[in-house]
């Protein structure tokens, strides 16, 4: 009930803003297709004036703004969410604009879209376009990850886990990350080695730790590389040079992982 009150106070700070945004629009880009030919409308020219072309891809967002934002207000959860990401990260022909992306994300949000949820939070978490605060970013959160986003679980996961937050709990961390490490994610594969290896959350048990580090590994990730060859070395007993930590060390030094770069220095 506490982030229902909020998001409406949300969505009434925002609907002026987005009003905003949209309003000036028609005029402009009415403006735009009487006086541009057909020639130059929809795409750059090379040749032309640079203060032209810049009129024009502004002209063009403008335009992509007011479509999307049409298709937005039929209010279809999905198609909200998508403008919230694309606004969020400024996907060509649209200009970045977090206060926009935290109205939309609100919106499909609150009709339960997970990624609508986990937009919200992202923006929430870092203080874009809204206040910074991690206790709506792990609602809403939550919210999503609950419903099997993985992503959301592996930010959960690290807001349970990251000392910035008050609610620090290991425990909550490594079962987000389960989730979303069971799921395939090489991210969340890492972290949850991490807390196996440091007994954080879960016992220790330096078997599932190096299963986690080798899934992730095997994904490409280079700290799960070196964690892994360490794991072997350190826990193990195994030399550097023993082909187990070794093939690890090299994968994870190809990919310039300072730790290993190092440990293979002294091997020459």
């Not at 030919?37 to 640079?50: E, N, W």
């Not at 949850?192 to 580090?213: K, V």
Request: aromatic share 8%; charged share 20%; hydrophobic share 45%.
């Amino acid at each position: 009930m506490m982030f229902k009150k909020a998001f409406l106070a949300l969505n009434c700070a925002l609907v002026a803003g987005c009003a905003s945004h949209v309003a000036p629009q028609q005029a402009l880009l009415g403006d735009y297709h009487s006086t541009q030919p057909q020639a130059i409308r929809g795409r750059s020219l090379p040749d032309a004036d640079p203060g032209l072309n810049k009129a024009i891809q502004v002209l063009k967002a403008q335009a992509a703004l007011q479509a999307r934002t049409q298709e937005a207000r039929l209010g279809d959860a999905a198609t909200r969410a998508r403008l919230a990401r694309d606004l969020s990260q400024g996907q060509a022909p649209l200009n970045q604009d977090f206060q926009l992306a935290a109205y939309w994300a609100g919106l499909a949000a609150s009709q339960g879209d997970a990624s609508g949820q986990y937009q919200l939070a992202y923006l929430y978490e870092n203080g874009m376009g809204l206040r910074l605060d991690l206790d709506k970013a792990a609602f809403w959160y939550k919210a999503a990850a609950e419903q099997g986003l993985v992503e959301a679980q592996l930010r959960l996961g690290h807001l349970y886990e990251a000392g910035q937050w008050q609610h620090q709990d290991p425990a909550q961390a490594a079962h987000w990350y389960g989730l979303a490490a069971n799921a395939g994610d090489a991210r969340a594969q890492l972290a949850l080695g991490r807390l196996y290896a440091r007994g954080q959350g879960l016992e220790r048990d330096d078997q599932q730790a190096a299963h986690w580090f080798e899934a992730a590994a095997e994904a490409g990730l280079a700290e799960a590389q070196y964690r892994l060859a360490s794991l072997y070395h350190q826990q193990q007993g195994l030399p550097w040079n023993d082909p187990k930590p070794l093939y690890w060390l090299k994968k994870a030094a190809a990919q310039r992982n300072v730790q290993a770069m190092d440990a293979l220095s002294t091997l020459l």
